[in-house]
Every structure is written in C-alpha cells, then in structure tokens.
C-alpha cells in the first residue's frame, strides 16, 4: 500500500533555484525520511525526521515535517545540475519493523 | 570499505527458470529488506528480516523467496510463479528497524525476462 505521495510528480527548474517537493501520508507516523535516487542507481539517505519535530536542515536541505497535516516538505536551496535524480519520502508504518513505506517520487531535473 | 553490494547488476531470466539475486553487506547490520521498483514507481516492499534465520513477507512476497542464513547475506530467489519479474531490485540493510535509522542501499540488479 502506499503510504506517501509526493507532489509535484516531475519539476524542472534553472541552475540556482530553489526546489521544494512535497509528501502527504495517510496515517499517524513516527519517522519521515527523504532519499533521493540517480537514475538507475540505488538510494540514498537524506534526511531523518522524527514526528516531534518540526523543521531540520543539513547543508542546502531544509525538511519540514507537520503532523497535523500529514505532510512534509522538502527545500533544497541553490540548486546544482548535480541535484537532477529523484526524491522520494518514506515513512516507517507500523512502527518501522517492517520496512519503509515510499511514495512514488518527485523527479527533479536542474536545467544549467 | 563498508556497503551493500548486490550482484549482479543485470539479469536475464527465461519464463519458467528461478533465479537469485544477491545481496551481501559488511556493516554487522541485523536488519535487511528487498524492494521492487517499476518504471515511475516508488518502492515496494518484498521481505525483509530483523535477525538471522527470521524473515517476514511484505506487501509483494507472492512468487518471491528468501533466506538469511548469515547476517552478511539476504538472497532473493524470483521463482516461476512470479508472473511479471521484470523490475528493478533493491536490497537495503539498516542497524535497527529502518523508521528509525536510516537505510543503506545496494545499487540494484535489473531484471529482465526474455
């Protein structure tokens, strides 16, 4: 079942812009994780977020999490050609015991 | 050099044969996972396992099997009965349950029946 949904779908924008993709999940969680995916390639970790908090940042990322709408967002600041992949949200239903549940991913694509 | 290695990259299966696909890691982590991922798709859960000798079905288990035998290795067996195979695989492995600690990937084996 999927438990995250991002949005938009595909978003292309210039070198040095910002980049916010959203996620929106149906049920109560305790941890909402971003990683990101180069094509073809296996995933990444970005960034951890625990339900009990609202806003984290490492290097150019800034995640936001609310819980009261079920939704989290993800800035990256800047951005670089390097940053075109896909990003997805994932979040640990049921506890995290068993397994991440991914929504279907925002592709991303940087234009120099 | 520690990771998550899955072997091989590519695979090509005719209809009717099993096939296993690889995955070893060297991070002393207990728990690993499969995941299937089609085209424009997010990630969709297979099997997974907390401790050696355990595992557990996800949403897809149907026409998959898997063994862990050691903590290193979590192989995944596509069998006949599985009717659509083509996909990319994705084995992670992660220190505790992964909504808690971030997960390590492999890099993937493609899929392909012919």
């Known amino acids: 079942s999927q438990q995250g949904e991002e949005d938009p779908q595909a978003l292309s924008i210039q070198e040095g812009e910002n980049a916010t993709m959203n996620c929106s999940y149906k049920?109560?969680?305790?941890?909402l994780q971003w990683y990101r995916q180069n094509s073809g390639r296996g995933l990444v970790h970005l960034i951890l977020?625990?339900?009990?908090?609202r806003e984290k940042h490492s290097g150019r990322l800034r995640v936001t999490l609310d819980t009261s709408k079920k939704s989290s967002s993800l800035l990256i600041t800047a951005s670089r050609a390097a940053d075109t992949a896909s990003y997805f949200c994932?979040?640990?239903?049921?506890?995290?015991?068993?397994?991440?549940?991914f929504g279907k991913g925002t592709h991303l694509i940087i234009q120099p | 050099d520690g990771g998550i290695t899955q072997s091989p990259k590519y695979l090509f299966r005719k209809e009717g044969q099993n096939v296993t696909l690889s995955c070893e890691q060297n991070?002393?982590?207990?728990?690993m996972y499969w995941y299937r991922q089609d085209p424009g798709q997010g990630l969709r859960l297979i099997y997974y396992?907390?401790?050696?000798?355990?595992?557990q079905k996800g949403d897809i288990a149907e026409g998959y099997s898997v063994s862990r035998e050691k903590k290193e290795s979590f192989p995944l067996t596509v069998t006949s009965a599985q009717k659509n195979p083509t996909a990319f695989y994705l084995c992670?492995?992660?220190?505790?349950?992964?909504?808690?600690?971030?997960?390590?990937f492999g890099q993937g084996t493609r899929l392909t029946v012919v």
């Open positions: 994932a979040t640990d239903v049921g506890g995290g015991a068993d397994g991440l549940t």
């Open positions: 396992s907390q401790i050696v000798n355990d595992f």
């Open positions: 992670a492995s992660s220190i505790g349950p992964p909504g808690n600690t971030e997960a390590f």
């Open positions: 977020i625990r339900s009990n908090e």
């Open positions: 049920t109560s969680i305790n941890n």
């Open positions: 991070l002393n982590h207990d728990a």
